[in-house]
């Protein structure tokens, strides 16, 4: 069965038609062409299709697309504004926190989620907000260390 639903993603707005049993990772990636929020393990254990949805943190591969009907969501096609980069991508940059990448926007949409909530958070408030965001690479201590870069500035 299909269903249309409206969505504002990264400020624009956009109807489709949806079946019932698609998630918004697959709408996302696969009808609206925004790449970001990655395919991992669609069981909402790694973190990696994480996007803003009316302002939390959520695992796009968990939530169908008719729940989102109305919604606003934000990936990190959203991030930069006029060619800029947002402070969390420089910061990523600047302390080495990407390694394979696959992991990188679901990072980046959780802690935007966080710092959008909590402007200085401690890094212990950092690592619990990154608790569903998995990486093989990095160790995580450069990531913590470009959030806290980006809280103190």
Wanted: hydrophobic share 35%.
């Amino acid at each position: 069965m299909h269903h249309e639903i409206s969505l504002t993603i990264n400020g624009d707005d956009y109807t489709v038609a949806v079946q019932s049993h698609h998630t918004l990772l697959k709408v996302l990636r696969e009808q609206l062409g925004i790449t970001s929020p990655k395919v991992g393990c669609e069981n909402g254990e790694c973190g990696a299709c994480t996007v803003i949805m009316n302002g939390a943190a959520v695992n796009s591969c968990q939530v169908l697309a008719v729940e989102a009907d109305g919604a606003t969501i934000e990936t990190v096609e959203g991030l930069s504004e006029d060619g800029n980069l947002h402070p969390l991508q420089t910061a990523f940059i600047e302390h080495n926190a990407i390694q394979c990448g696959f992991c990188t926007p679901g990072m980046l949409m959780s802690a935007k989620a966080l710092l959008d909530h909590n402007p200085h958070p401690t890094e212990d408030e950092i690592r619990h907000a990154l608790v569903g965001n998995l990486c093989r690479c990095t160790g995580y201590t450069r990531i913590v260390e470009a959030i806290l870069d980006v809280a103190e500035s």
